[in-house]
């Protein structure tokens, strides 16, 4: 099998580079009242972190990539909407298998991280035969996490440095999953999400298949309940699940702050933006497409033999 190695060198950075160019100029004047010291690490972690970039781009020339239409019979505009009845259904089969096989423990987030690599690494290697080694280092702390006060994790696409921003439970192994997906190079939304998922629910391992089932299922709510978190909540409480999973699903959809009204939404608006003009459909790619995507692989004839059997 074809082995890469993608370095991701600016993960290994104490403080993400991306933090160093913005910050280092202003605290350089707050702290010792001159911006030359900033100017000159802010130069340095520029310098940092070109080069890691270079090194990952030269690397990735090498990925075979996934033609999701070809494995899969599906792709981001080439889904079969769900409907809505069947939708409701999956609520209802998810929410009794979650429950069922409730898994109360989880190895630690950065032990979590390795083993999240590697079930993707050998996923992706089992569909294109080449296996894409990458970093499995993640931040807690970003400036990012200030931008965007609603996402639960990051990935800067260049230098593959991600961050996550708090701890969502159940949630927490496809979180930290979808931004490796960015990682390992895949830009798009929800080819993150439905690798993630794929990699986690074919893992074998019942805590992963547990937060992949949970991430399907809480999309599937949030295609039915729109924008409303009072309808979210109120959907989570019809599907019965028991009191941890519930905890976990009812934490990811907070009454905002102030500052999440203010800027959440103006940068949901840019980010909207962003999306749609690099090919994807928008934020529902992150829900309703990734749903429509995995309705339509289950039902599709034209995926390869070796995932046809791959649990879905």
Known sequence: MDDIRIPNEATYAPIALTDLLVAAPLAS???LGATLPGRAIQLAALGLYAGSVARDWSARREMKRIDFLIEYGADIRSVDPQPHDFRR???EELGGELNDGYVATRPPRQE???E???VLTDYLASVTGQRVETSSEIRSLSLAGLVFPFALGTCDVL???IAIFRDTGIFEAHVICHEFVHRKGYLKEMHAQALAYLALRNSGVDYLVQSARAE??????????????????EMVAHARLREELEEDFMALRPDPGVYQSLVGSGMKQVYELRMKATGQNGLSD???GFTNFLFTFARSTTALQP???AAV
């Open 89 to 91: 259904r999956e609520i």
């Open 112 to 114: 979590l991280a390795r």
């Open 159 to 161: 230098s593959g440095d």
């Open 116 to 118: 999240v690599n590697a």
């Open 307 to 309: 995932r046809e059997h």
């Open 286 to 288: 992150y829900d309703e």
């Open 29 to 31: 004047r707050i702290l």
């Open 216 to 233: 399907r299922l809480q999309r599937q709510i949030r295609v039915l309940s729109g924008d409303d978190p009072a309808a979210f909540r």
